[in-house]
């Protein structure tokens, strides 16, 4: 029941976004009892989008989970993330934020976990 969204100023290709997508299902399995069968990404590319005053590549990634991890999860996971963005789409782990958020509730299919 995890949810993966990036927002970048980049601009994403349709080749880019699969292996973006494929990429962040591999690596969400990082979260114990996670794994892309279960997995939502949304990719929102060309952003306005401004770091540290600049409008130079960047990201902010939202990592949206049912449950809880372990700290050192998500710093894994962090570390991931921030690789996959740079193999994929060239941006700079310094330029790139991960939010994490972790919820007790999470619905599916007219009912919830």
Request: proline share 7%; net charge negative.
């Amino acid at each position: 029941m995890p949810f993966i969204h990036v927002k970048t100023n980049v601009p994403v290709s349709s080749e880019k976004e699969q292996a973006l997508k494929a990429a962040l299902g591999q690596a969400i399995a990082i979260i114990p009892g996670k794994s892309e069968r279960w997995l939502m990404v949304e990719i929102d590319p060309e952003r306005r989008l401004w770091f540290q005053g600049e409008n130079t590549p960047a990201a902010m990634v939202e990592v949206s989970a049912y449950g809880s991890a372990q700290p050192k999860v998500y710093e894994e996971l962090t570390r991931e993330i921030c690789t996959v963005l740079h193999d994929t789409l060239s941006l700079d782990p310094a330029r790139t934020y991960v939010k994490y958020e972790e919820t007790p509730h999470w619905g599916w299919n007219g009912g919830n976990f």
